[in-house]
């Protein structure tokens, strides 16, 4: 019996991860689907070329929430079933219907390390430490193989503790390790979500005027840092709609600031309130009002705000006379890369063009190179596959049994 693992995009590259196990008797498997980091256009015009639409149907595996592993879902033929965690698939739906074309295709949901069958597979999802809220790792056992598909992950956010766990007693008998290498060969900061509460705090308290920050809606940590810096600094956060909806809706996974809490408040801005009302969410609109501020608001005791900033806001709050100056401050919460992009560079210059200093507070989604080769070790798999990584040749030495592959070359396991 022979199970057959492609790696159809991600062994070069961060992100786009496709990967597709192929038991003895034709059942697929395939894990994430994800749109390439500069991928753009129809998705079905960027699915991997070795990706076969035809033949067996595939089961698809969604290990985040994320863009780069979900993104391609809609090219995927109907009768592929999918499944995720039940967070994950509320995620997704939501910044389809947003930003995009609505999901209506049905999702499977699972729990963490509890083991579930799709054909020959038995898979078992372990949740772990990444910046996306409800990721997972993946173990796949099939027809006496198994294999270990990192996601992405770390080990310096609040949930932490699980990876750590998860390496002090780790699945016997890993064939493959899948293992993500996004920070191979970076600079980049691996501070605790706990040490960049505390340099948010410094900068509230330090702060005259407004603090501006960029961050994901989606980076739940972060969310949780700002808002526990800002009880602590005595000022409040005032997000946009769609975090706020992004609150309102993990609200009943995990305990955490949302509309309605003290310190915490909803700008309105009309550009999102039409965005929002197009997409027939009139009555979510109407809702958090009841918790929302005005964006004229923000010129009021500057030094009581810490505001949510990105392109589309900057505009609004401009309209609204709300224009970053010499008293305030303003921190670009995500990696620097990003900064370069179109968004990165119209926020900068706002803040530029008025003054306002700058504080670059950041911490990785994703583990730091030493983190990856403990965790490697701690796996003992027969072999390492690399993926999610752009540095891989220069940093394999680090690591155990690696095993490079190219995009779409099949290895027999």
């Not at 498997?29 to 998705?43: K, S």
């Amino acid at each position: 019996m022979t199970v057959r693992l492609t790696v159809h995009r991600s062994t070069q590259e961060i992100g786009g991860n496709c990967i597709e196990v192929v038991a003895s008797d034709g059942s697929r498997l395939l894990l994430d689907i994800g749109r390439p980091l500069d991928g753009e256009g129809d998705a079905a015009g960027l699915l991997p070329a070795t990706l076969g639409l035809g033949g067996s149907p595939a089961a698809i595996l969604i290990s985040h929430p994320h863009q780069d592993h979900y993104g391609l879902l809609q090219a995927a033929p109907n009768e592929w079933s999918v499944y995720s965690g039940a967070a994950t698939e509320k995620l997704v739906k939501l910044t389809a219907a947003i930003v995009g074309e609505p999901i209506t295709r049905d999702f499977h949901n699972w729990t963490s390390g509890h083991p579930f069958v799709v054909g020959p597979f038995t898979v078992t999802p372990f949740l772990t430490d990444h910046s996306a809220f409800d990721a997972y790792m993946l173990l796949i056992d099939v027809e006496g193989k198994r294999l270990l598909y990192s996601g992405d992950f770390r080990v310096h956010g609040r949930k932490g503790s699980l990876v750590s766990r998860f390496m002090s007693a780790p699945p016997p008998g890993i064939d493959v390790l899948l293992l993500e290498g996004t920070n191979l060969g970076a600079d980049k900061p691996w501070m605790s979500e706990g040490e960049l509460e505390a340099g948010f705090r410094k900068l509230f308290e330090e702060t005259r005027g407004r603090v501006f920050v960029t961050w994901s809606a989606q980076n739940i940590d972060r969310t949780v840092t700002l808002y526990r810096a800002c009880l602590k600094a005595n000022r409040t956060l005032v997000v946009d709609l769609y975090t706020a909806e992004v609150l309102e809706l993990l609200s009943e996974y995990a305990n955490l600031p949302r509309p309605g809490w003290n310190q915490i408040k909803v700008v309105i801005t009309s550009a999102f309130a039409r965005l929002y009302r197009a997409k027939g969410r009139d009555a979510f609109v109407a809702r958090m009002a009841d918790h929302g501020i005005a964006a004229r608001q923000l010129s009021e005791t500057p030094s009581h705000w810490v505001v949510m900033a990105r392109k589309s806001l900057m505009r609004d709050y401009a309209r609204q006379n709300v224009m970053p100056g010499p008293d305030d401050a303003w921190s670009w919460s995500m990696w620097r890369g990003y900064l370069d992009g179109e968004d990165g560079r119209a926020v900068s210059a706002s803040f530029e063009a008025g003054g306002a200093s700058a504080c670059h507070l950041h911490t990785s989604g994703h583990a730091s190179p030493s983190d990856l080769a403990k965790f490697a070790q701690a796996m003992r798999a027969g072999c390492v596959v690399p993926i999610h990584g752009a540095a891989w040749d220069s940093h394999a030495e680090a690591f155990p049994a690696v095993r490079r592959l190219r995009d779409g070359e099949p290895l027999a396991i």
